[in-house]
């Protein structure tokens, strides 16, 4: 089985889909995690984030593999952990430019189809373009405010400049962004993060066990 949880910006996917996936005993994917790498390899490297083909030719010259656990996501390049440098505030800054390009969307949506099922995948796109065919489909929604406030104490930024930059990235992100037709939407703004998971386990089809 797949499940998708796709949403915008700090509206609880990831927190959503570990719960979800723990509870199903699968793992779950964090497809934005593979944007902010390569974000973050460019930036290292010193490139013009707009420019796919040097981007995407540094890319595939170090590639990356994303290790996806029920209890988090981590990402490696070789013996390297990138993990704990993706959530900056310049990876924040940088990643809706990165994820904009055809080419790194391409390069991302292949190593997420070359993946085992049964698993909870969570982005923007998994219930549109990359996994039109999973079983169930979620997107996740609450206001600008209301996500700035719980992501005020993942970063240094007051909760205004968060806010801001979220209401920047949703309008960057919104090409990419749009709900799958047939995905449950949920406002997560006045529900707990438990009742988020439990709201979208109690609507998943009976699963068999070689589901
Ligand atoms: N329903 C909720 N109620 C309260 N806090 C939540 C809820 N959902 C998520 N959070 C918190 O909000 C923050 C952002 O959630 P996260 O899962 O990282 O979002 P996303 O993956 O969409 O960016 C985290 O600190 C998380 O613990
Ligand atoms: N499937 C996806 C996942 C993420 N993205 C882009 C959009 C976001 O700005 C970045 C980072 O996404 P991520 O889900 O890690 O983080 P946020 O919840 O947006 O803070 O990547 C995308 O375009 N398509």
Redesign the pocket.
Known sequence: MIVTID????????????GVARALGVPYV?S?LLYRAATLLGLEAGLDLHGAAKLLAHLQAHPLRLEPLAGGNRVWQGERELTGGLHSTRVDAGVSVVAALPDVRGWVDAQLRALPAPFVA?GRDMGTTVFPQAQAKFY?T?SPRI?AQ??A??RPEDVPAIEAALVRRDLLDRVQSAPAPDAVVID??P???D??IQTVLAQLPQRTPSA
């Open positions: 949403g915008v910006a700090a509206s609880g996917k990831s927190s959503v889909s570990s964090s934005g969570e996740l609450a996500r719980r992501r104490s993942e997560t703004g529900l707990t993060l009742g988020v």
